[in-house]
């Protein structure tokens, strides 16, 4: 075994005595570090970008050379590069260590290397992690881009992961119940963690370490896919430096206790009590085993799916949130009249949060000042009471929300999902860059409504940026700088949205799923190019209507609420065929082209008539995803085999989709032939550019 050599680590200059030794060392690895000018190592030195290891005798045996990127503020290594023979002896991790500690005002780290070099478990004990792969330039091999997100930061990214995390309880899962829920036919266990009710109590998150699983996959097309996949989960937060100290620790627990489990697993129960997360679902049974010995050590609970199940309270509970069970239900949305106060306030007042003398009041004066406050009014059928939103609009740039109520009753979820998302709408199309919620008693359905549609806490309530813009993302930045800076006070938290800006322009494009994330919280902003997926879908008329376009089905939104408008999320169902990338695993957005109509029934067809946000792909069997959207969607299983061709076992594909903007201008199939550049019918779903969504989207709002 070889012996450590004591190492100084330290930065080099241009005029450093050591520079041409790196150049020598650069020059002699060559054939793997790749090709470096002599020039462009002087340059880095000169930019202090060169930091080497020095033994006891003052000679130089090893290097790490890196550049930093100001557009995402990563720092990028080049070369890290030792001496043969001081090569395994911690000198490579100690300038990597060195490079973290003095460089904590970036984002993280990144670098590429190639497969073929075996140096993954290297990578991965420095705390990186594998983001993405793709051919090398040398035939028949594999670059690994690895990232080490270290710092601790809190991005824009980073707390909408936190806040998607607040009104569920979160589970950390393995790599053996990922690629379990993943594959095209999940197990019965594997199923039981799909379940709808399940979904509204448990959000499913994933660590870095599934990514270091997913990389060992040989199978490129294998591994992005799986890749893809893993970004449809929330990605646990994990500073390096936290989870080091704990991996250590429970490595020290197992050695001790001779609990026989691999590395990856440590590591991973090591992301989860890093990431605060108290248990980890697994199908390992050596896990399972050795579960109440863990415990000791990690407070993790370590449970089968069937464990987690059995332990939740809400297993007999029905989900909340059921569109479906609106078939047949019409509501009525009207003003208050007057002499109406004493029934109102029965059936909002919450008599375990507030004194119903101050409520009336409240009440009485948003109903009596008519020129400061509107108001609507859900009813049932038989006029009974369901919700109540008040506005305030008396400041141009925002909507102010300081009433929202829905009672207590089987639609009080559903009912504040897509009034919380129609008051997003109803501010973004005023041209209100900003919705505040002030209401100061809030039930719990309408809390949860507002954390799944991004808002931040701030001072008063809750405050959510809603641009109706679609600009590149540099632009889009300027602009949000451009609003915070014109109507920024003192505690009304517009200077979070100041930070957001920032995450905005730095954020890599390539990686369009980050970009993807930080459009849908902005909705109904659009990032044009973030390269985010846009695919145009045709679609006839009766689905349209039923699905999302209620200038079809011929309702006036503001008198009457309907089945379609509550439902603000839906599925709709296809041939698999397609573009290549439409696909599982895939987000984006969807531009609705509304066919022609067989029985000449509608009007200002043969248009795109609405956008939405894509939300997830899924290919199955018409039982697979009848059983699995059955509460999305006004499809019936009849409809499903029909679309199959009545063959029970061929899979077709299932869109989940949400926040559906129908264009005020719909755009004929002259225009789409115009800016698509052929003479397309789109008779089947086309990818476009993000240039051609522009146009597009832009058109319809024209």
């Known amino acids: 075994m070889k012996q450590n050599i004591p190492v100084k680590i ?25 090709f470096f000018k002599r020039k462009a190592f002087i340059q880095s030195a000169a930019k202090r970008q060169i930091i080497v290891a020095l033994d006891s005798h003052k000679n130089c045996i090893g290097y790490l050379l890196y550049y930093t990127r100001s557009r995402d503020r990563y720092i990028k290594i080049v070369h890290l590069c030792l001496a043969p023979s001081c090569r395994g002896q911690g000198i490579a991790k100690q300038l990597v260590d060195y490079l973290k500690k003095n460089t904590q005002d970036y984002n993280g780290i990144t670098l590429t290397c190639r497969d073929d070099y075996k140096l993954q478990d290297m990578w991965v004990k420095f705390g990186f992690f594998p983001a993405y792969s793709k051919l090398a330039k040398t035939t028949g091999q594999y670059n690994t881009i690895w990232r080490l997100l270290d710092y601790g930061k809190t991005n824009l990214l980073f707390d909408l992961a936190n806040q998607h995390r607040e009104n569920k309880l979160s589970v950390a899962i393995d790599y053996s119940i990922f690629v379990s829920i993943t594959k095209n036919d999940p197990d019965e266990e594997a199923n039981s963690l799909l379940a709808d009710w399940l979904q509204s109590e448990v959000e499913l998150c994933v660590t870095e370490e599934i990514l270091t699983e997913i990389h060992q996959i040989d199978n490129l097309k294998q591994r992005n896919r799986q890749q893809q996949l893993f970004d449809n989960f929330t990605c646990l937060p994990c500073p390096h430096d936290k989870f080091e100290e704990y991996f250590q620790n429970l490595n020290v627990f197992c050695q001790k206790n001779k609990i026989n489990i691999n590395q990856s697993s440590v590591r991973n129960i090591a992301r989860a009590i890093t990431a605060k997360i108290y248990i980890l679902v697994t199908k390992n049974q050596s896990l399972i085993n050795n579960a109440k010995l863990l415990y000791e050590a990690s407070k993790v609970s370590i449970l089968s799916p069937d464990d987690l199940i059995l332990r939740l309270d809400s297993l007999n509970q029905k989900p909340d949130y059921q569109p479906v069970r609106l078939a047949g239900t019409k509501l009525e949305e009207t003003i208050i009249q007057k002499g109406e106060e004493s029934n109102l306030i029965d059936a909002f007042y919450l008599s375990d949060k507030e004194n119903k003398a101050e409520f009336s009041q409240r009440l009485r004066r948003f109903i009596a000042e008519k020129d400061k406050f509107t108001h609507v009014l859900v009813r049932n059928a038989e006029k009974e009471p369901l919700a109540l939103v008040v506005y305030d609009k008396h400041k141009p740039h925002e909507l102010e929300i300081p009433m929202i109520r829905v009672g207590d009753h089987s639609l009080s979820t559903t009912l504040a999902r897509n009034l919380i998302f129609r008051s997003i709408s109803k501010a973004a199309f005023d041209n209100r860059q900003f919705t505040r919620i002030t209401d100061p008693q809030l039930d719990d359905s309408i809390i949860n409504a507002i954390q799944e549609d991004m808002f931040i ?28 800076d014109r109507y920024i006070e003192p505690n009304n938290g517009y200077n979070y949205f100041k930070k957001c800006s920032e995450d905005i322009n730095s954020l890599d494009l390539n990686e369009y799923k980050n970009l993807f994330v930080i459009e849908k919280a902005l909705w109904p902003a659009k990032i044009i190019d973030a390269q985010i997926p846009t695919f145009i879908i045709p679609i006839q ?13 011929q309702q006036c939104l503001l008198h009457n609420i309907t089945d379609l408008d509550l439902n603000r999320e839906a599925v709709y169902y296809k041939s698999k065929q397609g573009p290549t990338k439409l696909k599982p695993g895939i987000v984006g957005r969807i531009l609705w082209y509304v066919s022609a109509d067989k029985d000449k029934g509608f009007i200002g067809i043969q248009a795109i008539r609405a956008c939405s946000i894509l939300d997830e792909v899924v290919i199955g069997t018409p039982e697979e995803l009848d059983l699995r959207f059955r509460n999305l969607g006004v499809y019936k299983k009849e409809d499903l085999l029909k679309i199959a061709k009545n063959d029970e076992k061929r899979d077709i594909m299932a869109l989940r989709f949400s926040n559906t903007e129908l264009f005020n201008h719909p755009i004929d199939l002259t225009d789409i032939r ?29």
């Open 674 to 702: 115009e800016i698509l550049n052929n003479k397309t019918t789109i008779q089947s779903s086309i990818e476009i550019t993000d240039r051609q969504f522009e146009q597009i989207y832009k058109m319809g709002y024209a």
């Open 541 to 553: 008329p009766r689905w349209a209507q039923e699905l999302f376009d209620y200038h079809l089905s």
């Open 457 to 484: 806490t701030v001072q008063d309530g809750y405050l959510k940026m809603n641009l109706a813009q679609a600009e590149p993302a540099s632009i889009l930045s300027r602009k949000v700088i451009s609003l915070v």
């Open 10 to 34: 330290q930065v080099i200059d241009e005029n450093s005595p050591y520079l041409e030794t790196v150049i020598a060392l650069g020059d002699a690895n060559k054939a793997t570090l790749g």
